[in-house]
């Protein structure tokens, strides 16, 4: 089974700051990963598939890279509506990581 | 615009069988696959299996003694069985649509190529307890 991991667990920031998460699976996956975004009490929301592509209608702000066994979710300019918990998700397996907590600084 | 929506019991006894069923509307259940995953109060989420519309199923290793996903394509609805629950089963229950590309082989395993589950339903909580 491939595990995944997320780094940090939690990240404080201000609007405006570059962020960056991190994702490493036990093996390599090539490029066969998702992130998504979950605010409280809602259903997660695609923004980033096959490592690189960002998903139709999601802001440019949002980057995905990295293959094999590591990845990079960034964010180049934080706004008030990113404040949220991201997580990737490998697709070999199926398996998600722990997930990131971004919140204010 | 596809829109997906569990339907269920909230409540469940220990040992019994929690059943759900996700209706898909605004588009046709065919030619996707469709996939439920769950998140326990305050963790984060697991991928419970998937099923694509001919029927063809991979549930995530840790349930699949217990799970059941089937389709039913002239209701355009997708379902999920979990038999003997316990308190740990007790989770929002999405289900939600897979986006597929071409398939490939790798390690000398071979994989539908899925890549990223696009639309989603609201959620729906189930507690299971006496």
């Known amino acids: 089974d491939i595990q995944m991991t997320q780094s940090p667990s939690t990240l404080s920031a201000s609007v405006g700051d570059r962020v960056t998460i991190t994702c490493r699976a036990s093996?390599?996956?090539?490029?066969?990963l998702a992130w998504y975004q979950q605010k409280p009490g809602k259903a997660p929301k695609l923004l980033i598939y096959?490592?690189?592509s960002l998903e139709s209608g999601v802001p440019s702000r949002f980057s995905g890279s990295g293959s094999g066994t590591e990845f990079t979710l960034t964010i180049s300019s934080l706004q008030p509506d990113d404040f949220a918990t991201y997580y990737c998700?490998?697709?070999?397996?199926?398996?998600f990581g722990p997930g990131t907590k971004v919140d204010i600084k | 615009q596809v829109q997906l929506q569990e339907s269920g019991p909230g409540l469940v006894k220990p040992s019994e069988t929690l059943s759900l069923t996700c209706t898909v509307s605004?588009?046709?259940?065919?030619?996707?696959?469709w996939s439920w995953i769950r998140q326990p109060p305050g963790k984060g989420l697991e991928w419970i299996g998937y099923?694509?519309?001919?029927?063809?199923?991979n549930y995530n290793p840790s349930l699949k003694s217990r799970v059941t996903i089937s389709v039913d394509t002239s209701k355009n609805q997708f379902s999920l069985k979990l038999s003997s629950v316990t308190a740990a089963d007790t989770a929002v229950y999405y289900c939600?649509?897979?986006?597929?590309?071409?398939?490939?082989?790798?390690?000398?395993?071979?994989?539908?190529?899925?890549?990223?589950?696009?639309?989603w339903g609201q959620g729906t909580t189930v507690t299971v307890s006496s």
């Open positions: 939600a649509r897979v986006r597929s590309s071409q398939g490939y082989c790798s390690g000398g395993s071979c994989y539908p190529g899925l890549y990223g589950m696009d639309v």
């Open positions: 605004g588009g046709s259940i065919s030619s996707y696959y």
């Open positions: 099923i694509y519309y001919s029927g063809s199923t």
């Open positions: 093996q390599s996956i090539s490029s066969w």
């Open positions: 096959k490592a690189s």
């Open positions: 998700q490998q697709y070999n397996s199926y398996s």
